[in-house]
């Protein structure tokens, strides 16, 4: 692959990732609600998740989802139905206060921020269409394994820089403040915007 390649890919990748969808709420809310602790975890498990549907992509994935249309339908709506899930949660906690953050310490354990980071992400499976699609045009089919490699990383590490940016902004504390005195109706309104994006995800 030539460097233009390379840079067109990452470019590419960023704009999608910066676009709002689920997870950029739930780094939001995590960071302003759970310190940036657990949201960098967040971050680095929608690195891996990214990676992983990256990897299905050059595996043919989503020439898989185009033969078999259905399996694609049912990852769309078991993952719908995740994201519907963590609104739920989230409606259900709106009332309660934020959780104190003691030093070096975080509500949720860096590992389960991680999980939920990985497993939120994996919930929609449209990553591994647009991946294909941009792979179609920019990572030719004689690539080394090596430039493939290059690629996956370059996917992990764009992807986590640019939530652990947004987990570093919201856990500031003005930003935590603001957030805690406004928590049950910030925690209704993305609990709603997560369940309409994961009724989209599952019905488009």
């Given amino acids: 692959m030539t460097l233009?390649?390379?840079?067109s890919v990452a470019l590419i990748h960023l704009l999608a990732a910066i676009s709002p969808g689920p997870s950029f709420v739930l780094s939001v809310r995590s960071a302003a609600s759970?310190?940036?602790r657990t949201a960098m975890g967040l971050a680095v498990g929608f690195g891996l998740a990214a990676t992983l549907w990256a990897a299905a992509a050059l595996l043919g994935l989503s020439l898989l989802?185009?033969?078999v249309p259905a399996l694609?339908?049912?990852?769309?709506?078991?993952g719908g139905l995740f994201l519907t899930y963590i609104a739920w949660k989230m409606w259900q906690h709106a009332s309660e206060p934020l959780p104190?953050?003691?030093e070096g310490t975080a509500p949720r354990s860096v590992f389960g921020a991680v999980w939920l980071g990985l497993i939120a992400m994996l919930a929609n499976p449209k990553p591994a269409v647009f991946?294909?699609?941009?792979f179609?045009?920019?990572?030719p089919v004689e690539a080394s394994l090596a430039d493939k490699l290059f690629v996956l990383f370059n996917i992990f590490?764009?992807?986590t820089a640019w939530y652990m940016f947004v987990a570093r902004v919201f856990s500031l504390p003005r930003a935590r403040t603001a957030y805690g005195r406004f928590k049950s109706k910030l925690d209704r309104s993305f609990g709603g915007l997560i369940a309409v994006l994961g009724a989209k995800i599952a019905i488009t």
Avoid: D, P, Q, S
């Fill in 157 to 159: 590490w764009v992807e």
């Fill in 4 to 7: 233009a390649g390379f840079v």
């Fill in 34 to 36: 759970e310190g940036l």
């Fill in 100 to 102: 104190v953050i003691a």
């Fill in 65 to 67: 989802f185009e033969v």
């Fill in 72 to 78: 694609f339908t049912a990852l769309k709506v078991v």
């Fill in 136 to 139: 179609v045009g920019l990572v």
């Fill in 131 to 134: 991946f294909g699609a941009v």
